[in-house]
């Protein structure tokens, strides 16, 4: 299709890089990008984007991609605990200032001819288009006035965004104990200097720290940035917590049983949002405007574009959203775990989402993995075949364990804890331990895994995970990462 006039609300990434590459793709078409606030005005600090990402950028627009990584800076990534340390090799990710990367996806969405109009809140209704790209945000306008279908998940834990003027050697996860709770901080450097720290804690902690009080509109919080500060100095390297209206937040995971009603299509966090663990708002906004862009190239018309361009994009984002998912439940629950050796926790970490197998994790980081095999076994493992070696590790399950045939969503829900009560039960009555065991399906099987590692956690015993031998890697991921002391493999 040919779009006469387009309009696109919000001077995020997502929408300038639409805006962008809008007009590269229709030059006689008009597109105006419409954002309410001031151009030299942002939220945020910095920003990652991800290998695979980059080369999706490269491919529909490299000029842009090359100021961005030039502005950027690219890091490991390390976890550190209790002084203990462990690094894993990820210098693929580059972390940008998100000032930058407006400024350079403004400078080329002007040098494309598109327009740009700051500092007047305006909506689909108020324009004189013919397509509308809503890219407004997780708090989007567009979408609560449409019919889009929209329902938000709120998380149960608690985080605030900051920053600090110097650059991290390493991204860097670090929990901190205090005497109110556990803190943890998600960190990492960007651009030239600075460092974006992303804090975050369960709400017992928060309100045993005096966190729930009121913050005054468009100011910080200047009281929990300096606890957290405090907190975390040894990170910090003595440098100051900066705030950008910080404030504490509970994570919104938006999903939208439509992304288009009429002449309006929504974009990046305004159709879908992503827990931030998995780093992946900036990287759905670009990849959702590369996609509605080749959409409407190939269309005849609008509703067949929206339709090519939600068919094309849903099942990568819901499939993200799905690990998004489950590393929030993870990281929501991460302090129960900090009895572990921080190589092991690193495995448990990469392998909690089930995105990275346990042998491809030992291909990557070899060192590592070995160290926490070792000990996990007691042993070094083989140079290869692990994840037979580690299957073959197990002892003799007990004969009398209580078998939990439970199917949940969330482990850590009202349903997770009637689990758990009825397996501390079972515990004082002479338990020896648990069988967990359920459908066969893959999903099912790391909801499993975490279950169990909950009730291990919280009533003890032996705990045996049963799954299909054609999900062994799954299952010895979940044996090195302490989900689970045993596992049974099934037809």
Same mark, same amino acid.
């Given at each position: 299709?040919?779009?006469r006039?387009?309009?696109v609300?919000?001077?995020g990434?997502?929408?300038?890089?639409?805006?962008?590459?809008?007009?590269?793709?229709?030059p006689?078409?008009?597109?105006?990008?419409?954002e309410?606030?001031?151009?030299?005005?942002?939220? =945020?600090?910095?920003?990652?984007?991800?290998?695979?990402?980059?080369?999706?950028?490269?491919?529909?627009?490299?000029?842009?991609?090359?100021?961005?990584?030039?502005?950027?800076?690219?890091?490991?990534?390390?976890?550190?605990?209790? =002084?203990h340390?462990?690094?894993v090799?990820n210098?693929?990710?580059v972390?940008?200032?998100r000032?930058?990367?407006?400024?350079?996806?403004?400078?080329?969405?002007?040098?494309?001819?598109?327009?740009?109009?700051?500092?007047?809140?305006?909506?689909?209704e108020?324009?004189?288009?013919?397509? &509308?790209v809503?890219?407004d945000? &997780?708090?989007?306008?567009?979408?609560?006035?449409?019919a889009f279908?929209?329902?938000?998940?709120?998380?149960?834990?608690l985080?605030?965004?900051?920053?600090?003027?110097?650059?991290l050697?390493?991204?860097?996860f670090e929990?901190?104990r205090t005497?109110?709770?556990?803190?943890?901080?998600?960190?990492y450097p960007?651009?030239?200097?600075?460092?974006?720290?992303?804090?975050?804690?369960?709400?017992a902690?928060?309100?045993?720290a =005096?966190f729930?009080h009121?913050?005054e509109?468009?100011?910080?919080?200047?009281?929990?940035?300096?606890?957290?500060?405090d907190?975390?100095?040894?990170?910090?390297r003595g440098?100051?917590?900066?705030?950008?209206?910080?404030?504490w937040?509970?994570?919104?995971t &938006?999903?939208?049983?439509r992304?288009?009603a009429?002449?309006?299509?929504l974009?990046?966090?305004?159709?879908?949002?992503?827990?931030?663990?998995?780093?992946?708002?900036?990287?759905?906004?670009?990849?959702?405007?590369i996609?509605?862009?080749?959409?409407?190239?190939?269309?005849?018309?609008?509703?067949?574009?929206?339709?090519?361009?939600?068919?094309d994009?849903?099942?990568? &984002?819901?499939?993200?959203?799905?690990?998004?998912?489950?590393?929030?439940?993870?990281?929501?629950s991460?302090?129960?775990?900090?009895?572990?050796?921080?190589?092991?926790l690193?495995v448990?970490?990469m392998?909690?989402?089930?995105?990275?197998?346990?042998?491809?994790?030992?291909a990557t980081?070899?060192?590592l993995?070995?160290?926490?095999?070792?000990?996990y076994a007691?042993?070094?493992?083989?140079?290869?075949?692990?994840?037979?070696?580690?299957?073959e590790?197990?002892?003799?399950?007990?004969?009398d364990?209580?078998?939990?045939?439970?199917?949940v969503?969330?482990?850590?829900?009202?349903?997770?804890?009637?689990?758990?009560?009825?397996?501390r039960a079972?515990?004082?009555r002479?338990?020896?331990g648990?069988?967990?065991?359920g459908?066969g399906?893959?999903?099912?099987?790391?909801?499993?895994?975490?279950?169990?590692?909950?009730?291990r956690?919280?009533a003890?015993?032996v705990?045996?995970?049963?799954?299909p031998?054609?999900?062994?890697?799954d299952?010895?991921?979940?044996?090195?990462?302490?989900?689970?002391?045993?596992i049974?493999?099934t037809a």
């Amino acid at each position: 299709m040919q779009p006469r006039r387009v309009a696109v609300l919000g001077g995020g990434p997502g929408g300038l890089y639409a805006a962008r590459l809008l007009k590269l793709a229709f030059p006689s078409s008009e597109v105006a990008v419409h954002e309410q606030g001031e151009p030299d005005t942002t939220f =945020g600090f910095g920003v990652g984007l991800a290998a695979g990402t980059q080369r999706k950028l490269a491919a529909a627009d490299p000029d842009t991609l090359r100021d961005v990584v030039a502005a950027g800076c690219r890091h490991d990534m390390t976890l550190r605990v209790d =002084g203990h340390v462990a690094r894993v090799r990820n210098d693929r990710l580059v972390g940008v200032a998100r000032t930058e990367l407006l400024a350079i996806l403004q400078r080329h969405a002007e040098k494309a001819g598109v327009e740009l109009n700051f500092g007047a809140r305006r909506s689909a209704e108020d324009l004189d288009a013919d397509l &509308v790209v809503a890219a407004d945000g &997780v708090g989007s306008v567009t979408r609560e006035q449409g019919a889009f279908g929209a329902r938000i998940g709120t998380g149960r834990g608690l985080y605030l965004w900051c920053g600090a003027d110097f650059a991290l050697d390493d991204a860097l996860f670090e929990p901190v104990r205090t005497e109110h709770g556990v803190f943890v901080t998600h960190a990492y450097p960007y651009g030239t200097g600075n460092s974006t720290f992303l804090i975050e804690t369960d709400e017992a902690t928060w309100r045993r720290a =005096g966190f729930d009080h009121d913050v005054e509109d468009g100011e910080s919080d200047e009281i929990s940035l300096r606890y957290l500060q405090d907190a975390f100095a040894e990170p910090l390297r003595g440098h100051r917590l900066i705030g950008n209206r910080t404030r504490w937040l509970r994570f919104r995971t &938006v999903h939208c049983a439509r992304w288009s009603a009429g002449n309006t299509v929504l974009l990046g966090d305004a159709a879908h949002t992503a827990h931030f663990s998995i780093g992946s708002g900036t990287k759905l906004a670009m990849e959702d405007a590369i996609g509605l862009v080749e959409a409407l190239r190939d269309a005849p018309d609008a509703t067949e574009a929206f339709a090519r361009y939600e068919a094309d994009r849903r099942p990568a &984002v819901e499939r993200l959203q799905e690990l998004a998912r489950r590393s929030q439940l993870w990281w929501e629950s991460f302090p129960a775990r900090l009895h572990l050796p921080v190589e092991r926790l690193m495995v448990a970490y990469m392998t909690r989402a089930g995105n990275v197998p346990l042998d491809r994790f030992a291909a990557t980081s070899p060192d590592l993995v070995a160290t926490a095999l070792t000990q996990y076994a007691g042993t070094p493992p083989p140079a290869d075949g692990l994840v037979d070696w580690v299957l073959e590790q197990q002892a003799t399950p007990p004969a009398d364990l209580v078998t939990i045939d439970d199917v949940v969503t969330d482990p850590w829900d009202a349903a997770g804890d009637a689990v758990v009560a009825r397996a501390r039960a079972a515990r004082e009555r002479g338990a020896p331990g648990f069988r967990f065991t359920g459908p066969g399906d893959r999903g099912a099987l790391l909801t499993r895994l975490d279950l169990a590692e909950r009730v291990r956690l919280e009533a003890g015993g032996v705990i045996l995970v049963a799954g299909p031998a054609a999900l062994r890697d799954d299952l010895a991921a979940g044996l090195v990462g302490a989900r689970t002391d045993l596992i049974e493999e099934t037809a």
